[in-house]
């Protein structure tokens, strides 16, 4: 092979390189998982979507890592809650502030239930969280608008049939209590119209005797023969209560791991287990 040939190999080579090296794309850094969850339906595969909260973690009480808070040095955009409820986000809202990054306040035009930060459950809200993320997605990334416009259309299209099925099935049950872990399903207590007694009113803070025998009293009145329980609570208490009410435990989850919509549909059936519902 003579040296002309060479080079003209050589260049060929280094040009499908070139054309084999992924576009960086841009960095959306999320707080809390849930929103997590709603975010990468909409971004899709344009954008690399960061939660700064990993699947199961305890909202209240978690802490995030240094190799994490790094991402928001290079993000284009932060997502955040809008209610700032942990000491946590918090500083990364502020930290992201002096960055000058794209803050996108998910809970922007939601009605926020004193004493429940859990919002993004009421899937009402999650059409109202969908919007804010995609119309600020489009402002950053304006060249992929129409992409995350499409995929929002599509997410609220199977958000909007799940509050069908809620309101269909809700709508056949013998019982309208659950007993849950702690007060995280209110705004769907007021939408789909069933009362929640948590265990634990306040996180972390064990309820008290008098407590567990209100709860006890209530429960065999209404007879009840289900609570739900959550990962990340003392599950010890669940299951004494339960055997003081001769109940089984059903396990909920308030979109701190899975997918948004298939978490929902078995938080669903865990309620129609509960309250007895016939469809």
Known sequence: MNLAKLLV??????????????????????????????????????????????????????????KTLAYIEKAKAVVFTGTLSETW????????KNLNKKIINASEGVKIIEGDPHFWISIKNAIIIVENIKNRLKEIDPENAEYYEKNAENFIKKLKE??????????????????????????????????????????????????????IEKAKKEKIKFILYEKGFDKKIAETLAREINAELLEVNPIISGNYIETMKRNLEAFKVAMECSQ
């Not at 707080?31 to 990993?54: F, N, Q, W």
């Open 9 to 66: 190999l050589v260049i060929l080579l280094m040009s499908a390189c070139i054309g084999e090296e992924k576009e960086e794309k841009n960095v959306v850094v999320v707080t809390i998982y849930p929103l997590y969850e709603i975010t990468k339906e909409i971004a899709g595969d344009r954008l690399e979507v960061v939660s700064v909260m990993p699947p199961n973690a305890d909202m209240h009480t978690f802490e995030p890592d240094p």
């Open 89 to 96: 986000e918090k500083r990364i809202y502020k930290r992201a």
């Open 162 to 215: 799940l509050d069908i099925e809620y309101k269909n099935a809700l709508n056949t049950c013998s019982k309208k209590i659950i007993i849950v872990t702690h007060p995280a399903y209110t705004y769907l207590a007021e939408e789909y119209g069933f009362e929640q007694i948590p265990i634990y009113e306040v996180h972390e803070v064990e309820p008290s005797p008098k407590r567990i025998k209100e709860i």
